[in-house]
T-cell receptor, first 114, second 114 residues
Framework: KQEVTQIPAALSVPEGENLVLNCSFTDSAIYNLQWFRQDPGKGLTSLLLIQSSQREQTSGRLNASLDKSSGRSTLYIAASQPGDSATYLCAVGDRGSTLGRLYFGRGTQLTVWP | SAVISQKPSRDICQRGTSLTIQCQVDSQVTMMFWYRQQPGQSLTLIATANQGSEATYESGFVIDKFPISRPNLTFSTLTVSNMSPEDSSIYLC???????????FGPGTRLTVT
């Protein structure tokens, strides 16, 4: 069974810092990997999707990389802002009979203070 | 992309009762998923609901407790039956679109069982 781990569990930084959030997974036979943002009491917002054949994706100040062979992904946030405060979830997409099914990590709770 | 709505957004229910959660998508999708997020935890898949077939449940979840309907390609319901305080969670539906299998989530239903 796929297991997804996110480090650190929580992170508190001053505004303007560049951040790296880490995600690791145990089974490299994945279809894709998605990073989500979750605000308190809300649903999930998709940030970046990386297909298994890709190495990285970028959107604005966000950059996600994927090293499938080592079972790792990182989410890089440049020039962090207080509005980035949220929980960031990494999810790995199943490749097998349940294509589309996601396995989630427990998230990194990010606080960016002014 | 897909826009997903859920009803109700939140509810407080008494032990032993049942609640049906509705999920509506703004476009036709094949695969819909129901997840549970218990307090302080990450997301756990309850079942996959494909139109025209029975829902597929994950280990630890049974149809008698979480019956699912999928009458068409834009709508699904999840019922939480004979509720106990341990069922207090956020319940989220999601869909995948296109060949990338990018997943989109509804805003969630926050359930409290007293």
């Amino acid at each position: 069974k796929q297991e997804v781990t996110q480090i650190p569990a929580a992170l508190s930084v001053p505004e303007g810092e560049n951040l790296v959030l880490n995600c690791s997974f145990t089974d490299s036979a994945i279809y894709n990997l998605q990073w989500f943002r979750q605000d308190p009491g809300k649903g999930l917002t998709s940030l970046l999707l990386i297909q298994s054949s890709q190495r990285e994706q970028t959107s604005g100040r966000l950059n996600a990389s994927l090293d499938k062979s080592s079972g790792r992904s990182t989410l890089y946030i440049a020039a962090s802002q207080p509005g980035d405060s949220a929980t960031y979830l990494c999810a790995v997409g199943d490749r097998g009979s349940t294509l589309g099914r996601l396995y989630f990590g427990r998230g990194t709770q990010l606080t960016v203070w002014p | 992309s897909a826009v997903i709505s859920q009803k109700p957004s939140r509810d407080i229910c008494q032990r032993g009762t049942s609640l049906t959660i509705q999920c509506q998508v703004d476009s036709q999708v094949t695969m819909m998923f129901w997840y549970r997020q218990q307090p302080g935890q990450s997301l756990t898949l309850i079942a996959t609901a494909n139109q025209g077939s029975e829902a597929t449940y994950e280990s630890g979840f049974v149809i008698d407790k979480f019956p699912i309907s999928r009458p068409n390609l834009t709508f699904s319901t999840l019922t939480v039956s004979n509720m106990s305080p341990e069922d207090s969670s956020i319940y989220l539906c999601s869909v995948t679109t296109g060949i990338t299998y990018e997943q989109y989530f509804g805003p969630g239903t926050r359930l409290t069982v007293t």
